[in-house]
Structure formats: structure tokens, C-alpha cells
């Protein structure tokens, strides 16, 4: 017999065992619906647990991802701080003007205030901030010799 014979609605062949097995079942018709029913919503009750634990894991997925951009900015920042600190430092020495000293005294302290929170942020790479730390007074001491000639 063909699916239409049987008065199924159509592709729905492959739930024909199915439905024959429930049917061989020795329950009332009531007891039969009673379990359909419990069984489907045990299925929305995994499924909502499930759905929970995906939403758990982009909430952590995504919080990672913000203190990594976080990160990624504060060092886009630092790179500026260095670039500017060189372009201050040429343009007083070119003009002599000593409006730019103080310009490269506030990127000085905007990327020491950039490494610190960097620093405190992420303290497994400590010994790297440790080394771009004394770099930078490397390169402040550099300064201050160029700035005083």
C-alpha cells in the first residue's frame, strides 16, 4: 500500500514503523497520548537546556573577545603615544618651540598610564611588559638627551 492508501500525508513513510510499533502497544489510547505528550515536552525541556548552555558559552566567547579588543585598542593607543612623542619631539627641534615639550611630556605619561593598565589587565605576560617597560625609559632617557641639546 502507497502512503495515500494508507491516508498519510505525504513523505511521512518513514514514521509508518514507528507508528505500527505504538499501535502493537497493549495501553489505552489515553495512556498512549499521555506518554506523546510527556515525551515532547521532555524533548522541549533538553532542548531549552541546551539552549542554555550554547547562550552560556557565546556569553563567555563574547566577554573574551571584548577584553581582547580592549586590549588591541589600548596598544593601538600606545602605538600613537610613541608616534606622536616623535613627531613633538622633531617639531620642537625643527621650530624650537617649547610648546611642544609639554606635548611630549603628555604622550610620556599617556603611554606610561596605557602600560600600566595593559600591565595590570594581563598579568601572564608580565615579563614582557617588564621589557617594554624598560625600553621605554630606554627611550625617555633618549629623549630627554635630545631635548636638551
Do not use: C
Not at 19 to 39: E, Y
Not at 61 to 71: M, Y
Not at 79 to 97: C, E, I, K, N, P
Amino acid at each position: 500500500m502507497t502512503e495515500r492508501e494508507l491516508g498519510l500525508p505525504r513523505y511521512t513513510g518513514w514514521l509508518r514503523p514507528l507508528v505500527d510499533g505504538v499501535a502493537r502497544v497493549r495501553a489505552s489510547v489515553h495512556r498512549k497520548l499521555l506518554l506523546g505528550f510527556l515525551g515532547g515536552a521532555l524533548l522541549l525541556v533538553a532542548m531549552a537546556i541546551v539552549s542554555l548552555l550554547v547562550i552560556g558559552r557565546m556569553n563567555e566567547r563574547v566577554t573574551e573577545i571584548s577584553a581582547l579588543q580592549l586590549k588591541v585598542d589600548r596598544a593601538q593607543q600606545m602605538l600613537y603615544a610613541v608616534t606622536a612623542q616623535s613627531h613633538y619631539r622633531a617639531m620642537a627641534l625643527l621650530t624650537g618651540d617649547d610648546k611642544y615639550t609639554g606635548q611630549i611630556a603628555d604622550a610620556k605619561a599617556t603611554f606610561a598610564a596605557l602600560l600600566d593598565q595593559m600591565e595590570q589587565a594581563d598579568l601572564a605576560d608580565a615579563d614582557f611588559y617588564r621589557g617594554l617597560r624598560t625600553t621605554n625609559e630606554g627611550f625617555a632617557a633618549s629623549s630627554a638627551r635630545a631635548t636638551a641639546l
